[in-house]
T-cell receptor, first 118, second 111 residues
Framework: DAGVTQSPTHLIKTRGQHVTLRCSPI?????VSWYQQVLGQGPQFIFQ???????GRGNFPDRFSARQFPNYSSELNVNALLLGDSALYLC?????????????????FGPGTRLLVL | ELKVEQNPLFLSMQEGKNYTIYCNYS?????LYWYRQDPGKSLESLFV?????AVKQEGRLMASLDTKARLSTLHITAAVHDLSATYFC???????????FGGGTRLMVKP
């Protein structure tokens, strides 16, 4: 079975540009989460979507936005890129996502998109 | 908001030795996750610890959870080179399974 897939694998942009990153979850998984991992640090939570609705948002500026499509795939958009946006962007999928306290589902991570902003 | 701290940040050890990675978290949490990341790769799930006193073992790795002390440990027994990687612990960002990660422990096992 295919795991979480992400595209593109690598991307180079310049400051001020816009970028769209894509993620396809594991078949049957309805929840997608996005994380940013700056080199040498742990991943930071950006968004979670379940059934096309935003279920959670991390501490990121409004330049970051996302959406989930009827087939459960997702896009992460970043506007007005800054040098500090250079990072590995990870997508993770799980079956249900936020389902109240006690949801213990493991998230399965994709290979990531490495974004370099010059 | 949950904060997660790991130590040490970097660990160099000889093959065959034992060591423990510590994960402290700031607020009450009923579960804790451990992930492994190889250089340039994504995150691989290792353990989900769901209750106080939970212990899970896989090969040379054993993880435990003490919710009262807000502490999880990842113990490495008789390390081998293949265990060289960065290990992350993570707790729930809020209700649900969004995650707050620690800074990671980079483990190097030398022959």
């Amino acid at each position: 079975d295919a795991g979480v897939t992400q595209s593109p694998t690598h991307l180079i942009k310049t400051r001020g540009q816009h970028v769209t990153l894509r993620c396809s979850p594991i078949s049957g998984h309805k929840s997608v989460s996005w994380y940013q991992q700056v080199l040498g640090q742990g991943p930071q939570f950006i968004f979670q979507y379940y059934e096309k609705e935003e279920r959670g948002r991390g501490n990121f500026p409004d330049r970051f936005s996302a959406r989930q499509f009827p087939n459960y795939s997702s896009e992460l958009n970043v506007n007005a890129l800054l040098l500090g946006d250079s990072a590995l962007y990870l997508c993770a999928s799980s079956l249900l996502g936020t389902s109240g306290r006690g949801s213990v589902e493991t998230q399965y991570f994709g290979p990531g998109t490495r974004l370099l902003v010059l | 908001e949950l904060k997660v701290e790991q130590n040490p940040l970097f660990l160099s050890m000889q093959e065959g030795k034992n060591y423990t990675i510590y994960c402290n978290y700031s607020t009450t949490s009923d579960r804790l996750y451990w992930y492994r990341q190889d250089p340039g790769k994504s995150l691989e799930s290792l353990f989900v610890l769901l209750s106080n006193g939970a212990v899970k073992q896989e090969g040379r790795l054993m993880a435990s959870l003490d919710t009262k002390a807000r502490l999880s440990t990842l113990h490495i027994t008789a390390a081998v080179h293949d265990l060289s990687a960065t290990y992350f612990c993570a707790g729930p960002h809020n209700a649900g399974n969004m995650l707050t990660f620690g800074g990671g422990t980079r483990l190097m096992v030398k022959p």
